[in-house]
């Protein structure tokens, strides 16, 4: 099966503060979708994006997919970012497939 | 707001026991899947079912069952229960152009 690593696994940061978290899969995908878990575990989706840019005011992402990457870009954090990012490539009959994600911290 | 949402929130059961959570997604969201996150780990798929027939599956035992209804509900079931079963599961349904929503979740705690 695919194999996801989310970088970096931890991130601390002041409010105001930009930031890039970054997704590496093993194969090729058709689809690849970003959420936001806040911390009472509800899974937002923030973008379904298997190729190119999409941007969602402050929040943008890119995948090169013949690359088998995918880039989320946070700008202007806020406290109300804070939470664990994940990406997730596939969706067909085998399921997303999850990475480890990438634990948030917005500081005031 | 999702559209997808899950009973019940939390609950409590014995290793051995029985144990059923459901899941309502929009009209129209023909696909639904199933997933169990354990603490501090990316959610696992357990099986995805499309118009009332299971269409993939994880790697999971044959004690995790589940139903698909006409009206967009499902349903997973878990037999014979074990500690490592405690888990969020979380159910979520295919939307327009491939967008997947989640519900909020059911925390199963196993004693």
Do not use: M
């Not at chain 2, 023909?30 to 599956?57: C, D, H, K």
Request: glycine letters at 10%; charged letters at 15%.
């Amino acid at each position: 099966g695919i194999q996801v690593e989310q970088s970096p696994p931890d991130l601390i940061l002041q409010e105001g503060a930009n930031s890039t978290l970054r997704c590496n899969f093993s194969d090729s995908v058709n689809n690849l979708q970003w959420f936001h878990q806040n911390p009472w575990g509800q899974l937002i989706n923030l973008f379904y994006i298997p190729s190119g840019t999409k941007q969602n005011g402050r929040l943008s992402a890119t995948t090169v997919a013949t690359e088998r990457y995918s880039l989320l870009y946070i700008s202007s954090s806020q406290t109300t970012d804070s939470g664990v990012y994940f990406c997730a490539p596939g969706g067909g009959a085998d399921g997303l497939t999850f990475g480890k994600g990438t634990h948030l911290i917005i500081q005031p | 707001e999702t559209g997808v949402t899950q009973s019940p929130t939390h609950l409590i059961k014995t290793r051995g026991q029985q144990v059923t959570l459901r899941c309502s997604s929009q009209s129209g969201h023909n696909t639904v899947s199933w997933y169990q996150q354990a603490l501090g780990q990316g959610p696992q798929f357990i099986f995805q079912y499309y118009r009332e027939e299971e269409n993939g599956r994880g790697n999971f035992p044959p004690r995790f069952s589940g139903l698909q209804f006409p009206n967009y509900s499902s349903e997973l079931n878990v037999n014979a229960l074990e500690l490592d079963d405690s888990a969020l599961y979380l159910c979520a349904s295919r939307g327009q152009g491939n967008t997947i929503y989640f519900g909020e979740g059911s925390w199963l705690t196993v004693v």
